[in-house]
């Protein structure tokens, strides 16, 4: 990977599992990495994974097979001590050697699939999207009722073709992430050695689907082109016995936030039996976060979308409107979605892209949209320099430099508030009840315009983890970006992922400021992007596994 894209792993050199549970000084939870999939908080950043989609046929040979295969999912503990001793190698040479390289293994469960386990303590679970499952919830999305973004149409995970649970195979390596994969199908179907007898897992595989990041010069960028996971939330807590912050305090000008620009969230929003953020005061400590039954804790919710991108057709669009609009494909690019290709936020970059800002983690996440952004000098090692004092985000309220339509904007809208006074949403700390921990991954080769005809099969794995699907994953698609008022009247839909049936139509439109103050109102005749499978699942921790895989659940209750 050249050295001069951003990488963002967390910094732990050691053994994080064994601290005793406490809370800090700043009252911050010690979290408990050895019990969290790693995954979930620490994310694996692989180049290369593989999703495996699974029905559960046999229940009780299955809870054997997964008690066999417990030890070989990885922790959030593994992938911490992983990704510091990984990027201080590449520190102190300059440049990345294959050194080191690690293959990692996380597992979902469906609620059916929790069901099919035998276990009445799933029912305690009371997310109403989980319970009904994402086929079922297509339509609250705003999804195609007909043609290939139907859920009856889906590759995996339509309402005949739903899975009870998903394998997520991530590596650095595609032939190591081959060879795990092989492994993994031999284990499904001959089982799986343990104590001189085989294991039969119960499983049968019914769709698989490959990811890997993009070749240069789009590597870090999904298919359209643009830099994908700037703008990630930092997740407070204690990973060790010395203090050490998952996330750490960056930026000199905010203490509540990592690098300039990420807010550092209570990590109940992302995990169970943690504090959650505070919906009425920005950043600070609300209740603990609990859902459905005991064993629950530590673990995370998780969707998954299979989202196809039409990049001809999106690119067509740019250079049309863009010429109309005398803004040009890359200008009109960055209104749409609030970056350009690069990465720079227009926020910063107002009229010209700045190659040296979007590779800059203390700089290309740092503004917000109601006040200006001032930098201010590190004051200790390890915080933020921001390199750019000519170019300051300055606050745009009326949405003159990134529409309120701006993908960046309506996903996240930040500090953003109603024009309206009888409006209280947005505001800060209600947005950041809704912040998702992404974890998503292109699929399909880059798109080649001059290939004719194109396969089409390109797109982004989406994969997101929370605690709550209702009030996070839906909330931000329903609420925010398919809604044509948020933040106010007029805004329009998300140019990119902005999905309407009203009245069974699937045009939408947005509006946006010109530099001489004119509105204009762009429309979107087709879909850019179309959902071809999905699922929602539940990521338990390993001690949740444990208790699963006893074949005799009615004494879980014994064994703890």
Not at 144 to 168: F, M, S, T, Y
Not at 225 to 244: A, H, N, T
Not at 285 to 304: C, M
Not at 354 to 367: E, I, P
Request: glycine share 10%; proline share 7%; net charge neutral.
């Amino acid at each position: 990977m050249p050295t001069n894209v951003p990488v963002r792993e967390a910094p732990f050199p050691f053994s994080l599992a064994n601290a005793a549970p406490t809370d800090t000084a700043d009252h911050e939870p010690l979290l408990e990495v050895g019990d969290i999939q790693g995954n979930i908080l620490a994310g694996f950043n692989k180049d290369n994974q593989t999703l495996m989609f699974l029905e559960i046929n046999e229940p009780i040979q299955f809870k054997k097979w997964l008690e066999s295969i417990i030890p070989f999912i990885a922790t959030t503990d593994e992938v911490l001590q992983f990704n510091r001793l990984f990027k201080s190698i590449r520190t102190r040479r300059g440049v990345e050697t294959g050194t080191i390289l690690a293959t990692w293994l996380n597992i979902a469960f469906s609620f059916r699939g929790l069901k099919k386990l035998d276990n009445e303590e799933t029912e305690e679970f009371k997310d109403e999207a989980f319970r009904k499952g994402l086929a079922k919830r297509s339509s609250v999305l705003s999804d195609p009722l007909e043609g290939e973004g139907c859920q009856k149409n889906w590759l995996i995970g339509g309402e005949d073709n739903e899975a009870d649970l998903v394998l997520i195979v991530a590596s650095d390596s595609p032939d190591e992430m081959g060879t795990a994969v092989r492994r993994l199908e031999s284990w499904i179907y001959e089982g799986t050695h343990v104590d001189n007898k085989v294991i039969s897992s119960g499983l049968s595989v019914i769709f698989k689907q490959r990811g890997a990041t993009l070749p240069d010069p789009l590597r870090g960028h999904e298919h359209f082109g643009f830099l994908d996971g700037v703008s990630q939330p930092g997740i407070r807590g204690i990973v060790g016995s010395k203090g050490e912050l998952l996330t750490p305090k960056q930026n000199p000008a905010d203490p509540n936030q990592g690098k300039p620009g990420q807010d550092r969230l209570w990590p109940g929003e992302f995990v169970f039996g943690y504090p959650a953020q505070d919906p009425k005061d920005s950043g600070k400590r609300g209740k603990i976060k609990t859902e459905g039954p005991s064993w629950a804790k530590n673990g995370s919710f998780l969707v998954f979308r299979r989202l196809r991108q039409d990049v001809g057709a999106f690119h067509e669009f740019l250079e049309r409107e863009g010429d109309r609009l005398n803004l040009g494909a890359g200008q009109f690019g960055a209104k749409c979605v609030g970056r350009w290709a690069s990465g720079a936020p227009i926020e910063r970059a107002h009229t010209t892209d700045n190659l040296k800002m979007s590779r800059d983690d203390c700089a290309n996440n740092a503004f917000d949209f109601q006040k200006d952004t001032i930098p201010r000098a590190p004051t200790t090692a390890g915080q933020c320099r921001d390199k750019f004092p000519l170019e300051l985000a300055k606050k745009d309220i009326a949405g003159a430099v990134c529409p309120f339509a701006g993908h960046i904007r309506k996903a996240y809208p930040r500090d953003d508030v109603s024009s309206n006074p009888k409006n209280s949403s947005p505001n800060e700390a209600d947005t950041e009840t809704h912040r998702l921990l992404r974890r998503g991954i292109p699929f399909g080769d880059p798109f080649d315009p001059t290939v004719i005809p194109d396969d089409g099969n390109r797109g982004l794995l989406f994969l997101a983890y929370q605690t709550s699907i209702v009030k996070q994953f839906e909330f931000v698609t329903t609420q925010w970006v398919n809604n044509p008022s948020f933040k106010d009247p007029g805004s329009g839909h998300d140019p990119i992922l902005g999905q309407s049936n009203k009245n069974g139509c699937r045009e939408r439109s947005f509006t946006l400021k010109l530099r001489n103050g004119e509105e204009q109102t762009i429309r979107l005749e087709k879909d850019f992007v179309i959902p071809t499978g999905g699922g929602y699942f539940f990521a338990p921790s390993i001690s949740a596994m444990d208790k699963l895989s006893n074949t005799a659940l009615n004494s879980t209750n014994k064994r703890s």
